[in-house]
Every structure is written in C-alpha cells, then in structure tokens.
C-alpha cells in the first residue's frame, strides 16, 4: 500500500512509520478448518487502483458523508488510524472500513461500511454486543474465551463459511491482548433472529451474542459480501488500552 494512497485517504496518516507486529492467528473457528490471515487474504495492495482517495481531499468529504450518516468525527478519526496501520502492513486489500460504535446503545444503528476511495457510507446497521458485555449498552469487553464479551480494537475480514448462523465471516485480531483471540473464540459476522427492530420494544434492547458481531438476518448477506476478504474492521468503546495500539497523534505528519 503505498504513500500516496494512505496520503488519499488520510493525509496525516502519510508519513508516519509504524512500528506494529505482523498479525498471527491464534486459533480457527471449531465449525471451520484453521485459516491464518496469511492462508486467508489474497493480498492485493499493489493491484488496487486508487481513485479519488489518491487525487487527495478525502478526508473532509468522508468526514462529512460520515457525520451526515450519524458517525462521530472522534471515533472516525481512530478508525482511519486503525485502517492506515493495516494498510503499512499490507494486510488490507481494499479501501473499505467497518466501524462499530459500542459506545452507543445496541437499540441504535452502530454498524458503518465506508467506502474510501468514493467518500461514501455503503451502509448503516443495527449489531448486537456479547450477552456478558452489558444490556443496551455495552460496558464489559474481554479478549478470554468463553468470556461471551465483545473484543475491541483492530480486525481483518478474513473468508467465509457456513455453519449454525447461516453465512458466516471470519474476523482475525491484530491486536495482541485486545483481539488476537478472535479466531480461536470464533468471532464472526453473521446473521441472527435477535437482532431486529422486533425484539427491541419487549426486551428494551437487541438480543445479545456470544462475542460475535452480529447482524440482521437481512442485512448480514449484504454487509459481508462487502467487507469479506481482507477489509478493516475497527470496534470502538472509550477505552485506553484501545487508543495505545494506534499511531500515536503526536507521530503525525501535519
């Protein structure tokens, strides 16, 4: 992923040397066989064709299609930081960023699919939390397995399969001590009953997860087929730890 790309996208971001490890995986799904990000993600950086994002002037354009779309400049700007340290790996294949706010309650669209090169939101929706994370609003998040807390941090889609949820996408931590026991976990997108709008005025809130961030059953086709293969997926909540595995704001280029 070269410069002038990361320049496009976001232009402090351009110069700043990252110091990360290359992710490993630290385990695979129990319904599918063992994948790494490595076997996973045909990694396609040196192929892509850069179009607006590489004439410059996205940032303020995507900034504003965000904040029209209910996404808070704060969180935005930690995400497009997650996804630049991605791209200096190479682990991103395309300029399409996933957002989840878990800052807002699960009875709000808290799901965004960003679309870089065009400065454009592909879409917003609704996405449950893990049943150890808190009601309505999650408090609690857990890299342990069989803790059925949310993990936070930085996240590459990896392919998907088909197991009890329907279509499912794998997730790949790239954060040691954070996420980096999302495959082991089997954390993925996918499709389920009790997210929907339905379920919201009996329990005052979406049904819960295990961990995984899961969608509407007609929206988990859709988004997935989106994001699959190799696209950054950044899950927010205020949180240090968090904040401590991105470039630092002082390191920028201004």
């Not at 931590?173 to 980096?180: H, P, S």
């Not at 999302?182 to 499709?191: D, K, P």
């Amino acid at each position: 992923m070269n410069g002038r790309y990361l320049a496009g996208v976001f232009p402090a971001l351009a110069a700043v040397a990252f110091a990360f490890p290359t992710a490993r995986s630290a385990g695979a799904s129990s319904e599918a066989p063992p994948v790494t990000v490595a076997s996973a993600l045909v990694v396609a950086a040196a192929t892509t064709a850069p179009t607006s994002a590489e004439r410059g002037g996205v940032s303020a354009a995507l900034e504003a299609a965000a904040t029209r779309s209910g996404l808070r400049s704060d969180v935005l700007q930690l995400a497009l930081r997650a996804y630049a340290r991605a791209a200096q790996q190479g682990l991103a294949t395309r300029p399409v960023l996933t957002v989840v706010d878990y800052s807002r309650p699960s009875r709000e669209p808290r799901l965004w699919v960003l679309d870089l090169s065009r400065d454009s939101v592909l879409a917003r929706e609704l996405v449950a939390h893990g049943n150890k994370s808190g009601g309505d609003v999650a408090t609690s998040f857990s890299n342990r397995e069989g803790s059925h807390q949310t993990s936070l941090g930085t996240f590459v889609t990896a392919g998907t399969y088909t197991g009890k949820h329907g279509l499912s996408l794998r997730l790949e931590g790239l954060d040691a001590g954070l996420n980096d026991q999302a495959m082991r976990r089997a954390i993925v997108v996918h499709g389920a009953d009790y997210v929907s709008e339905k379920v919201i005025p009996a329990l005052g809130r979406l049904g819960r997860s295990q961990g995984c961030p899961a969608l509407t059953r007609e929206a988990a086709p859709r988004v997935i087929d989106l994001i699959k293969d190799g696209t950054v997926f950044f899950a927010y909540h205020p949180s240090g730890d968090l904040e401590r595995t991105l470039p630092p704001l002082e390191t920028l280029a201004l």
